[in-house]
């Protein structure tokens, strides 16, 4: 199947430093990708819907100058968390759909980012 | 936007016995609707998927069904056995447009030997 890789996989970082975490999808090519953070015991909520060679669509209530998107090429997003505070503590993982399996509606995701604001 | 809503959060079943978790969705465009199994600390596994224009889909030991008219979905584990023990994740999307995947909130199973 599909797969999309992510770096790093948990990063401790000092409050008010900034974060890049990258997505690579390593044997298809993905126009989209999306960004997705969780918290200890809950669900995934989307961030925001990275576009290739296009600004990022983010959903209400996601800062886009805090957690920057950038989708250069077909097989690459990377997010970056500005300036980053303990509540921005968590679990971040990308997703793709392969585009020459559009049809089958699946998403694959990265193995996930645990990010930690000391 | 879509709202998907799971339940039960937590559910508990002897092994041997069956799990049904249920979803409810509000946007009636949505049509492709994915099952999650999600260990801890690792990415979410797709475990079967379901379409509008069917309303029913078994693999195995594990079954959705979908209900267009009522907007619900749910997925039943048949003999469940310890390996099951995880977290399930319902999801919605429309297949055409954004595309975004909107999760439940996630049913923590646990199976009991």
């Known amino acids: 199947g599909a797969v999309v890789s992510q770096h790093p996989s948990w990063v401790i970082c000092k409050s008010g430093t900034s974060v890049k975490i990258e997505c690579r999808s390593l044997d298809f090519q993905a126009t989209t990708m999306f960004w997705y953070r969780q918290f200890p015991k809950q669900s995934l909520m989307l961030m925001a819907t990275?576009?290739?060679?296009?600004?990022?669509?983010?959903e209400q209530g996601v800062e886009k100058d805090k957690f920057l998107i950038n989708h250069a090429s077909l097989t690459l997003s990377t997010l970056t968390v500005t300036s980053a505070h303990p509540e921005d503590s968590s679990f971040y993982i990308c997703?793709?759909?392969?585009?020459?399996?559009?049809?089958?509606?699946?998403?694959?995701f990265g193995e996930g980012s645990r990010l930690t604001v000391l | 936007g879509e709202n998907v809503e799971q339940h039960p959060s937590t559910l508990s079943v002897q092994e041997g016995d069956s799990a049904v978790i249920k979803c409810t969705y509000s946007?009636?465009?949505?049509?492709?609707f994915p099952w999650y199994k999600q260990e801890l600390g690792k990415r979410p596994q797709l475990i079967i998927d379901i379409r509008s224009n069917v309303g029913e889909k078994k693999d195995q030991r594990i079954a959705v069904t979908l209900n267009k008219t009522a907007k619900h979905f749910s997925l039943h584990i048949t003999e469940t056995q310890p390996e099951d023990s995880a977290v399930y994740f319902c999801a919605a999307r429309r297949e055409q447009g954004a595309q975004k995947l909107v999760f439940g909130q996630g049913t923590r199973l646990t199976i009991n030997p």
């Open positions: 990275s576009n290739e060679g296009s600004k990022a669509t983010y």
């Open positions: 946007d009636s465009a949505s049509n492709y």
């Open positions: 997703s793709a759909r392969d585009l020459v399996r559009a049809n089958t509606g699946e998403l694959f």
